[in-house]
């Protein structure tokens, strides 16, 4: 049983065939597991996973020290894998403490991205570098914590205002791969109320034939760069933050 659930956890964060019919979030996840897999080995030494949750990329990076910090809530104290918490204002580490910092999926729930950006230059050694991911296109989630959307455009001008060169920017699923994964995100948040067993047949029935139509229909439509889900950023620290 422990086994299954961990392979069941893993399809979640990692999909392979088998997250066709389990995962919900199947394109949106698939996206980012292979964004962050292909970009892991420009980041090494220690690094800090900023928002870190459960840490469910930490096996993709060579490291010497990998540090979790996550926002102090019950949340997070519950859960018990974060090395440190913060108050949202402030990283507990010293200037200049960290090689690479990782940041999947929480800047959207930052209210003050600026002095954001601002802690993560501080920690970071000259050229350190960020590896920032974030939604473009997505429903609301993790409510009242949601704060914003980034086009590739206003992602750029933050990083740059902050001290950052971009030195590589992706988009995930910039198809019509998309479109399906929207489908499937509506249909995962109004089958909430039902039963477990009710949504778990959902989930490899109807989800799941989304899925495999999302595969076969983006294969034959070219892709579109303006639409698409979440923002990849690889970037580097070129000077202190003002």
Known sequence: MIILKSYYSTQMYMPGWLGIFVNPFYFARLGLYQAIKELSS?????????????????????????????????????????DYLYD??????????????????????VFNPDEFLEQINRVLKPNGR????????????EQPYDFARYSSFGLRALLETHGFKII???????DVSV???LMNA??????????????????VTVMALINLSGIF???????????FLDNIVLAEKIREDI
């Open 42 to 82: 420009k980041l090494g030494g220690e690094i800090l996973d900023v928002g870190c949750g459960t840490k469910p990329y930490k096996q993709l990076f060579n490291f010497s020290a990998y540090t979790g910090l996550d926002i102090d809530s019950t949340c997070s104290r519950s859960r018990g894998i974060a």
């Open 88 to 109: 949202g204002k402030r990283f507990p580490f010293d200037d200049a403490s960290f090689d690479a910092v990782l940041c999947n999926q929480v800047f959207e729930h």
């Open 130 to 141: 960020l590896l920032l991911t974030v939604p473009f296109v997505w429903d609301e989630h």
């Open 168 to 174: 590589e920017h992706r988009k995930t699923c910039a």
């Open 179 to 181: 479109l399906f994964q």
């Open 186 to 203: 509506f249909i995962f948040k109004i089958i909430q109320p039902l039963s477990k067993i009710c949504r778990l047949l959902l989930t």
């Open 217 to 227: 229909v983006s294969r034959l439509l070219p892709a579109n760069p303006d639409l």
